[in-house]
């Protein structure tokens, strides 16, 4: 059972899940648990010769009822691949399952704060290879999302409404865009790579998109990361996580928030990592060696060439 | 803590055979056959040490 404790210095809470350190880290190809349950073959965590999308719950929770939840999002029972292998029906199909999900989980009332996420790559600690991303219902809003909050205070309305605006009006960051749907390097990135996928109306979550933006997230998401993988012509690993309203709390928050997706790579360059260090950690600020906009215009060339 | 209000349904798009409330199903319960949300088809199932699987399913030309 994870325990919190609450930084007073820092205004955070820290989950701390102390039986996750037995969890399986990259085991090899033949005893993958993600992997569906073959006749004579080792079980898994899935026990059915196929799927195509299975959900369960962490073996190793960093929340479990009723202190939240962590569940496990298997995309495929490919064990090779990745989310920009997919088919165009599977990844959409997906986003359909992240909204199930959200609603299911978001209407516990042990959940404050659903969180989709993927993390790619060992890069960023990975311990699986399989394709799969991860769910957290935090039984608390945190810091990151009450920051999203305040933006809306600064500003005016909804932060993530009005930096789409202000992105749209300048273009130089904007790397993809549909009817529904626009991907861009923030103009304050903290990574060489960051990138938001922002629906262009106001969207508190994905229980507010129509199927069309739906599919269209879906199409942006997969030409993104395709784009990625073709920028330096390797996997291309990254943090990705689903930014929508708060689930508990007052109602205020629950109507707030703008979905939108953000992808937070590690690589500076093809084989060189930004790690986070004296600044980053002792206080807060990133200091980046590349400037958003030709991040911007090499991952546009990388999109337009893996497409 | 006090319980609170499902999550409002989406006004864009039909979810047939969607729970009305949204509340977690207990870990024995099995969905009602033919259960379904948007496109997907959903299976609902408990694993040998309790913990949930769900299963979903969509209509795809080949599998991923």
Known sequence: ?307 | MARKPAVPPSPGAAEPGRAKTGEPTGRDDRAAPGERFGPLAIERMSKDDGRALIVYSHEEPGQA
């Open chain 1, 1 to 307: 059972v994870s325990r919190l404790r609450f930084d007073e210095l820092r205004g955070e809470q820290v989950v701390y899940a102390i039986d996750r350190q037995e969890r399986t880290f990259l085991p090899s190809r033949e005893h993958c648990p993600l992997d569906p349950t073959r006749p004579g073959g080792p079980p898994t965590e899935i026990p059915l010769p196929a799927f195509q999308i299975a959900v369960f719950d962490n073996r190793f929770p960093a929340f479990e009822s009723p202190g939240g939840a962590a569940e496990v999002v298997v995309y495929t029972d490919r064990h090779d691949g990745s989310f920009a292998t997919l088919s165009a029906e599977r990844a959409e199909a997906l986003m359909w399952v992240w909204r199930h999900r959200y609603l299911e989980l978001g209407a516990r009332p042990d959940v404050d704060y659903v969180m989709i996420f993927e993390n790619r790559g060992v890069e960023v600690g990975v311990t699986l290879h399989h394709p799969h991303g991860q769910i957290y219902g935090y039984p608390f809003l945190p810091s990151v999302p009450a920051r999203e909050l305040a933006a809306d205070e600064r500003l005016g309305g909804c932060a993530p409404c009005e930096l789409l605006r202000r992105e749209l009006a300048d273009a130089q960051r904007v790397i993809l865009d549909s009817d529904s749907v626009v991907a861009y390097v923030p103009h304050a990135a903290r990574w060489a790579y960051e990138v938001h996928v922002v629906l262009r109306e106001h969207r508190a979550s994905l229980l507010d998109c129509d199927p069309l933006e739906l599919r269209e997230l879906s199409v942006a998401l997969q030409a993104l990361v395709r784009g990625f993988d073709a920028l330096f012509a390797r996997p291309f690993p990254y943090v990705m996580v689903v930014h929508q309203s708060p689930t508990g709390g007052l109602d205020a928050a629950r109507s707030r928030g703008h979905l939108h997706v953000e992808f937070y790579p590690p690589l500076r360059t093809a084989d060189k990592l930004k790690y986070l260090a004296g600044s980053e950690q002792g206080a807060g600020t990133f200091i980046s060696d590349t400037l958003p906009e030709e991040s911007a215009a090499a991952l546009r060339e990388a999109i337009a060439r893996a497409a």
